[in-house]
């Protein structure tokens, strides 16, 4: 069981938006920056999102990320068949820990 | 461009000592950030393991601190993880990241390394 929660699964037809969401606590997110991982198959996850809503060099502004409360929110714009992969959220926890969600699959359908 | 690269044994057999070592290229460990090992056991998601700074200064993960040492070598400029009592339940791709302290990003990761626990 993660401390974060993340949806399992996302879909959305190429050109579309979709979302995804990364619920935690006041001992995490509320309090924490939240970056956010890219993960292809077989493959290192790679830093997508930092500090909430910053994209490192060479991510597209397709990806955004927000912050609300204790909650965090991946967003990917014109969707296409090449963003299909794994999703994870990361931030600190106060247990002086790194603590991620769960992960979620993203299909283009 | 930073690079980080694992190595160590992909068997290991239950109740020993798994051991890896992460060789940092294009940065020096001595500048600054803490260096940390992830783990992912196959089909399932990230689990943090611990980090480390230049200087020495640790925090695991609660659920394996017991089991867990991570070290340094700023000599040879890398960053070495042991976990101890080992069972199958320990069988994953294992990964290290250079993570930024206060702000608590992973970035870059290596390219991973599966470690199998079996007899």
């Known amino acids: 069981q993660s401390v974060l929660t993340q949806p399992p699964s996302v879909s959305a037809a190429p050109g579309q938006k979709v979302t995804i969401s990364c619920s935690g606590s006041s001992s995490n997110i509320g309090n924490n920056y939240v970056s956010w991982y890219q993960q292809f198959p077989g493959t290192a996850p790679k830093l997508l999102i930092y500090e909430d809503n910053k994209r490192p060099s060479g991510i597209p502004d397709r990806f955004s990320g927000s912050k609300s409360g204790t909650s965090a929110t991946l967003g990917i714009t014109g969707l296409q068949t090449g963003d299909e992969a794994d999703y994870y959220c990361g931030t600190w926890d106060s247990s002086l820990s790194a603590v991620f969600g769960g992960g979620t699959k993203l299909t283009v359908l | 461009q930073v690079q980080l690269q694992e190595s160590g044994p992909g068997l290991v057999k239950p109740s020993e000592t798994l051991s890896l070592t992460c060789a940092v290229s294009g940065y020096s460990i001595n500048s600054g950030y803490h260096w940390g090992w992830i783990r992912q056991p196959p089909g399932k998601g990230l689990e943090w393991i611990g980090i480390?700074?230049?200087?020495?200064?640790?925090y695991y993960n609660p659920s394996l601190k017991s089991r867990v040492t991570i070290s340094v070598d700023t000599s040879k400029n890398q960053f070495s993880l042991k976990l101890s009592s080992v069972t199958a339940a320990d069988t994953a791709v294992y990964y290290c990241a250079r993570h930024k302290e206060g702000v608590d990003w992973f970035d870059p990761w290596g390219q991973g390394t599966l470690v199998t626990v079996s007899s």
């Open positions: 480390i700074n230049h200087s020495g200064t640790t």
